[in-house]
């Protein structure tokens, strides 16, 4: 179990120390994509859904959700994000949602860049299920990290 650095000896769960760790430039992003009908699709990249505008919300969903991805997952550290960006890419039959997220601190935001994209993906499903439930959230995965001990880390292509 010591390989796992949120497991202790005895394997119980505890938070990582990262104190003794120097602070870096850190970023990382991640990816995910909703599919649908082509209705739900055409409404929400025309401004039709009768909750308003989709991705506007769902950009500030993400947004809000990786700051608060400390309170989501247990062992997350609170980190002082220096940005958040969603970008969203609509076509015929869905939306691909991007989240960067960017810190100086003593540990990654991966989970950060994760949340963001899961949430905005959920926010999505949210406003558009009255026009379509059968739509398919998929393929959430972290593409890029950079910063750390670890040193920078990029996705095999899908």
Same mark, same amino acid.
């Given at each position: 179990?010591?390989d796992l650095t949120h497991l202790d /000896? =005895?394997? =119980? =769960?505890?938070?990582?120390?990262? /104190?003794?760790?120097?602070?870096? +430039?850190? *970023?990382?992003? =991640?990816?995910?994509?909703?599919?649908? /009908?082509?209705?739900?699709?055409?409404? $929400?990249?025309?401004?039709?859904?009768?909750?308003? @505008?989709?991705?506007?919300?769902?950009?500030?969903?993400? $947004?809000?959700?990786?700051?608060?991805?400390?309170? !989501?997952?247990?062992?997350?550290?609170?980190?002082? !994000?220096?940005?958040?960006?969603? *970008?969203?890419?609509?076509?015929?039959? &869905?939306?691909?949602?991007t989240a960067t997220a960017r810190t100086?601190?003593?540990?990654?935001? *991966?989970?950060?860049? !994760?949340?963001?994209? /899961?949430?905005?993906?959920?926010?999505?499903?949210?406003? +558009?299920?009255?026009?379509?439930?059968?739509?398919? $959230? @998929?393929?959430?995965?972290?593409?890029?990290?950079?910063? &750390?001990k670890s040193g920078d880390w990029r996705? *095999?292509?899908?």
């Amino acid at each position: 179990m010591t390989d796992l650095t949120h497991l202790d /000896s =005895a394997g =119980a =769960a505890h938070m990582v120390d990262v /104190s003794n760790k120097q602070v870096t +430039a850190r *970023e990382a992003t =991640a990816t995910g994509r909703i599919t649908m /009908s082509a209705q739900a699709a055409t409404a $929400i990249r025309t401004g039709a859904a009768a909750k308003g @505008d989709v991705l506007a919300v769902a950009r500030i969903a993400g $947004i809000m959700a990786a700051k608060r991805t400390s309170d !989501l997952i247990p062992l997350c550290h609170p980190l002082p !994000l220096t940005r958040v960006a969603i *970008e969203l890419v609509t076509d015929e039959t &869905g939306v691909t949602a991007t989240a960067t997220a960017r810190t100086d601190g003593k540990t990654g935001v *991966e989970m950060e860049a !994760l949340t963001a994209v /899961s949430v905005t993906l959920l926010t999505i499903y949210d406003m +558009a299920k009255a026009i379509d439930k059968a739509m398919q $959230i @998929d393929g959430v995965r972290l593409l890029t990290k950079t910063g &750390g001990k670890s040193g920078d880390w990029r996705a *095999e292509p899908a």
